[in-house]
């Protein structure tokens, strides 16, 4: 089978790159080796973040480091082992954390940022898939008068960015979601991202869209990609496919292709979970929401509430497990009246972070043919489209829409 282009991994980044090319008039062969949509993006809390106009940095506040040294946060949790095994990866994360240089993170992720519901619209449009999507914003709520206070005097700080929020007081929240319960004291009405009701639904829905336009998808490993001549092979369970051109955009396993072509990319990992509940009889929940203190989301989904968990630090070969997921519930059952588990085990998602919190999209320096595309971290979901549209114009020649620069893989040599 010949190609235009191979795109490894049918996750939200791999299909959306997939449809932007295709929609270039180029020729596409998506490989992964399960079903699209059954990776990373399959699991997470369902936000079209518009609203995170600075990246997820190291904390920098003794007081916070302090907190999260102890381990019993529900927000965060490591495994003390593998933490020593990617010192190096955390101190780089912590240096580019700095004021200064999470001003240049932000500043690069912003034209991204600011086109990232836009560009799902389109494809949500095109797919015949607004059933999945709600324009409802999010809340960021808050259980402490003190903290709730801090977050509102640092919204000044953002006020720049032009973004739409409303302040919710205890009576205004419960206005809007008469089931929340004492323990919140009030929060933040984000009202530009909007929120998909089965992630995994949306890029099954995309791929379904890419496949009616004539795309093939194929099973097959990622790993079997070779160079040959002028162009990839990688094989297929339909037989080997070639092209010109091939898109890396296996998220966390990302680097399983561009370690064995000799480039060291600092791609970490940050894992995270999740559980489905019932609710109540009579409750409800309108809006996702995020428990700013405790540091977990609530999302009503397509299969009921779903919790997805903060950051932990450990293998990303280990096995889910519920030490974090147990705490967030605990704090999740003061606020919401959450039924029993719907799911036999825990969901584990594997978010792919690089330490200067930018994806890495564009050429790969010393392949020709190879491009990237992964590294999404906690907003994937978020830039899917947009990161496609930006990737599918560099490979044809188009003028980006925004200057590539900072998300070169030459940054890290
Ligand atoms: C708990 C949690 C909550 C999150 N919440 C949000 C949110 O609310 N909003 C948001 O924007 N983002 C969120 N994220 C982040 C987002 O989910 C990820 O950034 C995004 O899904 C990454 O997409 P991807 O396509 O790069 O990776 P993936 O979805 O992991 O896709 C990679 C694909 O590669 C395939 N693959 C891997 N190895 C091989 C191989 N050897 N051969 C062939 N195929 C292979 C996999 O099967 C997979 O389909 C969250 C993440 C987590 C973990």
Redesign the pocket.
Known sequence: MSFDIIV???????VSTALHLQARGRSVCL????E??????????????RSSVIPYSFPRQVSAVAKYALNRSSAMRYDPLYLLKIAPWLFRYWRESSPERLAIAAKAMLPLVEASVTEHDALVQQAGCADLIRGRGWIEAYRSQPALDKAIAELADIESYGLRFEVLDRAKLRALEPGLGDAVQGGIHWLDPKTVTD?AGL?KAYAGLFEARQGKFAK????SLRQEGEGWTVETADGPATAKNVVV?????SS?IFRKLGYRIPLGI?????MHYTMEEGADLGHSLVDAEAGY?LSPMTRGIRL??GIEFASPAAPANTIQLDKAERFARQILPLGARLDKKPWL????CLPDMRPVIGAAPRHSGLWFN?G?????????PVSGRLLAELMTGEKPFVDPAPYTAARFG
């Open positions: 490894l991994g049918a996750g939200i980044i791999g490989v992964d080796k399960a699209p949509g059954e990776g990373t993006s399959f699991g997470n809390a369902g936000l079209i973040e992630p890029v097959g490993d990622a790993t955009a296996l998220g966390p396993q399983l940050k894992r995270g979970h999740h989301v997805t968990t998602g594997l978010r792919p992964f999404h971290a906690h907003h994937g979901l978020t830039l899917g």
